[in-house]
């Protein structure tokens, strides 16, 4: 039982966003996933982040020495790394002011916060399931470290790129249609509403699967086989994620079963894009957005002026 729990949690770790309510922010209180309300009335100054996407976003604010430490997956100048695995001591002894974390924590390492909570350390709890979502997710960032104008700086940024991908995309006569895998041995591919739709999206591309279910409530949906395989002659494109749970290659997805009926097989359209640029809240999905748009519609971008 231990081993099947260890194996639901990672996967939520890496690809989940488990639902419950959405984080917002006002003034200086911030209201997380869990419904704290948390009064910022002085930024925090040591500060660990138990999520990747919390430890990007907090670079891009620019901090530095308020972060005393990552989890296990992120690099960062040498700091510390911290795991909700780790025992309440490891935490206690850094002394942090603010414990970032998401929702699965909250929900499976329960045990750790409420320590974390009951030694007068701060924990908030955050994780957006859209790109409306986000924007909200960064000002709450920005509200809890003092970067306020930073993280408005962050919405405008992205905003005003996107509208200009939308110009150039808006004027593709045929857009193309695409399946987005999240997991291949699972058959797995994404939510209507998730980010990495979101990227396909906006870079132009046509999803396919727009009828995909959601898996347990989060933004990785259930496809099959066969129901990839009726869509076979209307794929342009066969684009997948990589990353900890999903490790594809061109020619794993070339030699599955059944797949040689693919019209993006049969024309070597078969693209891999790293999960970090695509499905996390971050401004590297700008990146993400640019590296899909080349593949689908090379140098379509760069005529248009963006690069």
Not at 207 to 232: C, Q
Not at 237 to 260: C, H, R, S, W
Request: hydrophobic share 45%.
């Amino acid at each position: 039982m231990k081993i099947i729990n260890s194996v639901i949690i990672l996967f939520f770790l890496v690809f989940g966003a488990w639902t419950g309510p959405v984080q917002s922010h006002g003034g200086n209180v911030v209201t997380d996933a869990a419904g704290r309300s948390i009064q910022v009335d002085a930024p925090f100054t040591r500060i660990i982040s138990l999520y990747g996407a919390h430890t990007r976003n907090l670079q891009t604010l620019g901090l530095n020495n308020e972060i005393i430490g990552i989890c296990p997956m992120d690099s960062w100048d040498g700091k510390p790394k911290f795991s909700y695995h780790d025992g309440l001591e490891k935490f206690m002894a850094a002394r942090p002011d603010l414990v970032l974390i998401r929702p699965m924590i909250d929900q499976a390492y329960a045990a750790l916060v409420k320590g974390l909570e009951k030694a007068g350390i701060v924990v908030v709890s955050l994780q957006p399931g859209s790109v409306d979502e986000m924007f909200d997710y960064w000002l709450a960032l920005g509200t809890l470290t003092g970067k306020g104008d930073q993280a408005r700086q962050m919405v405008t940024s992205f905003k005003e790129e996107i509208a200009g991908i939308g110009a150039v995309i808006r004027g593709i006569p045929d857009k193309k249609k695409v399946y987005f895998e999240a997991i291949h041995s699972r058959m797995k591919t994404f939510t209507p509403g998730a980010m990495a739709i979101f990227a396909l999206e906006t870079a132009g591309g046509v999803n396919i699967a727009r009828d995909a279910p959601s898996v347990r409530g989060t933004n990785i949906a259930f496809y099959g086989k066969e129901r990839i395989l009726s869509h076979a002659h209307e794929i342009d494109v066969y684009l997948a994620q990589k990353g900890a749970m999903n490790q594809p290659t061109i020619q794993m997805i070339k030699d599955e079963p059944g797949f040689d009926v693919i019209r993006a097989v049969k024309e070597n359209q078969i693209f891999i894009v790293d999960e970090k640029i695509v499905s996390r809240p971050t401004m590297d999905l700008l990146e993400g957005i640019h590296t899909i748009a080349e593949m689908l519609y090379p140098g379509m971008l760069e005529k248009g002026g963006l690069q």
